[in-house]
């Protein structure tokens, strides 16, 4: 393998324990790997160069644990990160499969089971900070509806404001160093998921009380579930200085949730996404959170491969940027600003506004100028299939 394809931990790659103890399960079928311990997973990431993991509390301990038994895991778990020099990125807490939470956590209509939720995020946010995690996500599994005449949708997102905002109380009367991350998904397994894309997480945060605690990851095939650009939702966290953590993987578009490796269905889309985090020196980790086709024995493979294709599309980005020809086109595309409009534009002022209000514009002139987005693309394609 070339040596620049190989990847290594300043990478910053990390993987969901629980993307590695996926055991293949699909509703229509049992599990068809053998079970993997999130120790055992600590491990065998650390044992591939990986920057870090993600957890789910319930990824490492069983929910029903007792203290000595939660804590001998705890212990058994910094023993395996220090020994594989892996690094625990992000928390998370497991609100979806038990079933107390079936009509959701945070959003449930019993203040016992709200209570109960959020304080098993407390118990975990107390793991996250001694295993020194700095970003806990809140992935809104069940906070969702089938009914919705049965769940009034305001009175949801109140509860759900209310949990955060308790929460960021919580991490700073501690004093941890942590950002929380909201991640979106518009649905499965509930009908409607609450804060469907990053674009409701965004304004949601504006209205938390400390909104600069609060950011999101979005997945990426969470938003193409909705149909929408992956590409998109990350320029839109990034550019309002929200991408806190970035969960990658694939999908086909309006599709149940596949969760495939990254790159698999649309490299030049990934590529895109690459391009961005690249060209916008986007410096979080970059978790993989998909699942190993369910035809895998063992997840390792799937690993690799998710890693590799992050480094793969890397390296395209470096050709594709350096591409005279391309860059030549995408050059073309930019118009000069001879009429200083740019600096009228960026400011209202009383001295503006009367500039452009008397200025004369040719709409059907400016309508001739043709744009090279044919040849640009086909530049493009040509270099993701290496043709010369
Ligand atoms: C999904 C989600 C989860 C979350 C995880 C961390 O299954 O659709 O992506 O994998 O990312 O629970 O919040
Ligand atoms: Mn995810």
Not at 52 to 72: C, I, Q, V
Not at 179 to 207: C, D, M, Q, W
Not at 214 to 223: L, M, S
């Amino acid at each position: 393998m070339a040596k620049k394809l190989q990847w290594k931990r300043s990478d910053k790659f990390a993987f969901g324990l629980w993307t590695v103890m996926n055991r293949g399960r699909d509703p229509f079928g049992p599990e068809t790997r053998p079970p993997l311990s999130g120790i055992e997973a600590i491990r065998g990431l650390g044992e591939r160069d990986v920057y870090g993991f993600e957890y789910h509390d319930n990824d490492l301990w069983p929910m029903d644990a007792t203290p000595a038994k939660k804590r001998s895991i705890i212990n058994e778990a910094k023993r395996a990160m220090k020994a594989a020099g892996i690094l625990c990125t992000a928390a998370t807490t497991n609100l979806f499969s038990h079933p107390v939470f079936k009509d959701g956590a945070f959003t449930s209509h019993d203040p016992r089971v709200r209570a109960y939720a959020v304080q098993k995020v407390m118990a975990n946010i107390d793991v996250a900070a001694e295993l020194g995690a700095e970003v806990y996500i809140y992935w809104g599994g069940r906070e969702g509806a089938e009914v919705d005449i049965g769940k009034d949708p305001i009175e949801a997102m109140k509860r759900f404001r209310d949990a955060i905002n308790f929460l960021c109380e919580y991490v700073m009367a501690n004093g941890y160093k942590m950002v929380f991350s909201l991640e979106p998904k518009p649905n499965e397994p509930r009908s409607n998921i609450y804060l469907a894309t990053a674009g409701h997480a965004l304004a949601f945060i504006a209205t938390l009380d400390h909104p600069e605690m609060v950011g999101v990851n979005p997945e990426y095939a969470h938003v193409k579930m909705a149909g929408l650009s992956p590409l998109h939702e990350y320029a839109q966290a990034l550019e309002a200085g929200k991408l806190v953590d970035i969960h990658l993987n694939a999908q086909e578009p309006l599709r149940f949730d596949q969760d495939m490796s990254f790159a698999a269905d649309n490299p030049k889309e990934a590529l895109l996404v690459v391009k961005l985090l690249t060209d916008y020196g986007y410096a979080g980790t970059k978790a993989f959170d998909c699942h190993p086709y369910r035809t895998e024995a063992a997840p390792w493979d799937f690993v690799e491969r998710n890693m590799r294709a992050y480094k793969l599309l890397e390296a395209k980005v470096e050709e594709v940027n350096a591409d005279t020809r391309l860059c030549a086109m995408l050059e073309e595309l930019t118009v000069a600003d001879e009429g200083g409009w740019n600096q009228v534009l960026a400011a209202y002022t009383p001295k503006n506004a009367d500039k452009l209000k008397v200025a004369k514009f040719n709409p059907e002139k400016l309508a001739q100028r043709t744009l090279l987005y044919e040849q640009i693309d086909l530049r493009l394609t040509e270099l993701l299939l290496g043709a010369r």
